[in-house]
């Protein structure tokens, strides 16, 4: 009888899954893959739909399109709880049953519990968050006589670039003058002491500097307390007029893992051991961003990004091929890969471990990784980077080679 597995999430974790799934599986299991909407995304780049730069639909591939030339499945719902006991998935439109199940369905927006966060600030978790970000600020621009203030509210990668593509939009808009004159305002303003806290302090000295000379003013040391309609109270007591307020501050675990009868870390993260699986059910395996791995010595520290899901959906794919075969599982180890952040059209950095490079060729190495993604799902759908029954040496061989570019 052939196995049902069913994936939840068409982001790189999900996808990857699914279609490596399929290479290893082929006729031999009924794959489906559950999103909330049609489309797969290239979320690193969703910044730059706030300057125009790029729409929605130049970084979305339609999963029907994409999964088309395979016979997995592809079920356009929410998933609103699962019952592990039972193997079954409910949706909002009724129960699926399996056999093993991957969860990949990210991360949402942390608040912490903020006052007037979440009623006067826009979200930036997908292209839709991003168009209408770029809708509203574009309006306010457009008032030659306006003044505004735009406040982009944490200064870990996300925020970093979104306040870079502001600035490109106030100057795509003719607005820079005013930028200068201080008419119109760029603030970043993060609670830790730097901005990009946990990169390299070459890498903070250079972006602190940079966003400075493009004219963002940088408020690090003191988080937002509250937020008002027109205004954001930071911890030192000092408030800020705004006109938008673009909230990059934290992620938490999906509602989805709240009601899980399965073990989660102290922040509510799902748990699940160096074969991604979880340790109470070896039947859900988990995948990208709403992981906790611990293997025998604790917890591993994984930093959620695109590049470690995309890994992590080969392991996942690989220890489910290798269980309906009654083979030996293989761990997830994390290596150090490039991490690529742009602040504009004109600069980006990129590092590595303590190293840092930095120059406007690092925004087209980005553009490159982006191109490349949607091109290889888009142009061999049926594409991953592990093949049938692939050896274990071959197989650590290809994680070795698993770099953005």
């Known amino acids: 009888m052939k196995k049902k597995v069913i994936i939840v999430g068409g ?50 591939l339609p999963l029907p399109l994409v999964l088309s030339p395979t016979d997995i499945h592809f079920v356009q719902d929410e998933v609103v709880s699962v019952d592990p006991g039972k193997r079954q998935v409910i949706t909002r439109s009724g129960v699926m ?40 600020v574009n309006q ?20 970093v670039e979104v306040a870079g593509e502001l600035i490109d939009l106030v100057r795509e808009c003719g607005r820079e003058k005013d930028l200068d004159s201080g008419r119109i305002t760029v603030e970043l303003i993060e609670g830790k002491a730097r901005l990009l806290s946990a990169f390299p302090v ?91 791995i611990y293997d025998k010595k604790g917890p591993v520290t994984v930093s959620r990004l695109a590049h470690y899901a995309l890994d992590q959906a080969l392991v996942a794919s690989l220890n489910i091929y290798y269980d309906i075969h009654g083979r030996r599982s293989v761990g997830y180890a994390a290596k150090v890969k490039p991490q690529l952040v742009s602040m504009g059209k004109n600069m980006g950095i990129l590092t590595r471990g303590d190293s840092v490079i930095s120059g406007p060729s690092v925004v087209l190495l980005k553009k490159l990784v982006q191109m490349r993604h949607l091109i290889t799902y888009l142009t061999k759908p049926p594409f991953s980077a592990i093949s049938a029954k692939l050896p274990g040496a071959e197989f650590r061989h290809l994680l070795r080679r698993l770099l953005p570019i």
Not at 38 to 46: D, R, V, W
Not at 99 to 128: Q, T
């Open 202 to 292: 070459k890498a903070q000295d250079f972006v602190e500097e940079y966003l400075s000379r493009l004219g963002v003013k940088i408020f690090t040391g003191s988080g937002i307390v509250e937020v008002q309609k027109n205004k954001v109270v930071l911890y030192s007591g000092i408030k800020r007029d705004m006109s938008v307020l673009i909230w990059t501050g934290g992620l938490q675990p999906p509602r989805l893992l709240r009601g899980l009868p399965l073990s989660k870390d102290d922040q509510g993260w799902l748990k699940v051991t160096d074969r991604l699986h979880s340790p109470d059910n070896d039947s859900v395996y988990g995948v990208g961003d709403l992981i906790s």
């Open 140 to 159: 306010l621009l457009q008032d030659e006589n306006s003044s505004c203030n735009l406040i982009v509210a944490g200064g870990g990668p996300e925020g």
């Open 97 to 136: 049953e399996f056999d093993y199940l991957v969860l990949s369905c990210g991360a949402e927006d942390n608040f912490y519990g903020v006052p007037g966060v979440e009623e006067f600030s826009h979200r930036f978790r997908s292209p839709e968050d991003a168009e209408r970000i770029h809708a509203d």
């Open 11 to 60: 982001g790189f974790g999900g996808l990857e899954t699914a279609l490596s799934l399929w290479n290893l599986l082929k006729s031999s299991a009924d794959i489906t893959l559950i999103n909330r909407n049609a489309f797969h995304s290239f979320i690193p780049s969703i910044h730059e739909v706030i300057s125009g730069k790029v729409r929605p639909r130049d970084i979305q």
